[in-house]
């Protein structure tokens, strides 16, 4: 079955850029979804086929995708987004949802 | 606005079945291009899909539980249900029920339950 493979954490200052990457054999290929997880919540979706943003999430929130990595951006980061980020693709030649393990962005 | 609501046993055997509901509101589960979907998470740990169901009826599982899930809908009752068979302390979960944007040949995750936590024990 198809893997997604995540970074367990990623550190950054306030006001700097955070970069969290999904790496899949050719995932270029697919389109790849982002979801915010805080603690003791349900996942937000917050970027969805690569690139683009569901209604209300901060345009400081991005994504893009080619080769084998796909990346969640997040520009001018708050204190508010420390939280678990998770890749999504779906697996047609199987019909499944994969998620990748997570990643834990922590503001310093 | 659509709202998901998982509701079921917080405690379950091990070996018996465990079985949950999600109930939609703000909305009707056979409107539009729209899966319904059920994933869990351990604690601590990654989100990992279970299955989904279109409001015909037809189903897709996870290759590792699909000897053990089944995911039914009652479209009277604006509710999709979730049944895991011979459960052991493995499956202690937060279970989530989603809606699952069927946007081809992708699909994503829309709106969510607040999740409910299952826990398998004695």
């Known amino acids: 079955s198809y893997v997604l493979t995540q970074p367990p954490s990623v550190s950054v200052a306030p006001g700097q850029t955070a970069r969290i990457t999904c790496g899949g054999n050719?995932?270029?290929?697919?389109?790849v979804h982002w979801y915010q997880q805080k603690p003791g919540q349900a996942p937000v979706l917050v970027v969805y086929d690569d690139s683009d943003r569901p209604s209300g999430i901060p345009e400081r929130f991005s994504g893009s995708n080619s080769g084998n990595t796909a990346t969640l951006t997040i520009s001018r980061v708050e204190a508010g987004d420390e939280a678990d980020y998770y890749c999504?693709?779906?697996?047609?030649?199987?019909?499944?949802?994969?998620f990748g393990g997570g990643t834990k962005l922590t503001v310093l | 606005q659509v709202q998901l609501q998982e509701s079921g046993p917080g405690l379950v055997k091990p070996s018996q079945t465990l079985s949950l509901t999600c109930t939609v509101s703000g909305g009707s589960i056979s409107s539009g291009s729209y899966y319904w979907s059920w994933i869990r998470q351990p604690a601590g740990k990654g989100l990992e899909w279970i299955g989904r169901?279109?409001?015909?009826?037809?189903?897709n599982y996870n290759p590792s539980l699909k000897s053990r899930v089944t995911i039914s809908v009652d479209t009277s009752k604006n509710q999709f249900s979730l049944k895991l068979s011979s459960v052991t302390a493995a499956d202690t979960a937060v279970y989530y029920c989603?809606?699952?944007?069927?946007?081809?040949?992708?699909?994503?995750?829309?709106?969510w339950g607040q999740g409910t936590l299952v826990t398998v024990s004695s």
């Open positions: 989603a809606r699952l944007i069927a946007a081809r040949p992708t699909y994503y995750f829309d709106y």
């Open positions: 999504q693709v779906w697996d047609s030649s199987s019909d499944l949802g994969v």
């Open positions: 050719n995932i270029g290929s697919k389109s």
């Open positions: 169901i279109y409001t015909s009826g037809s189903t």
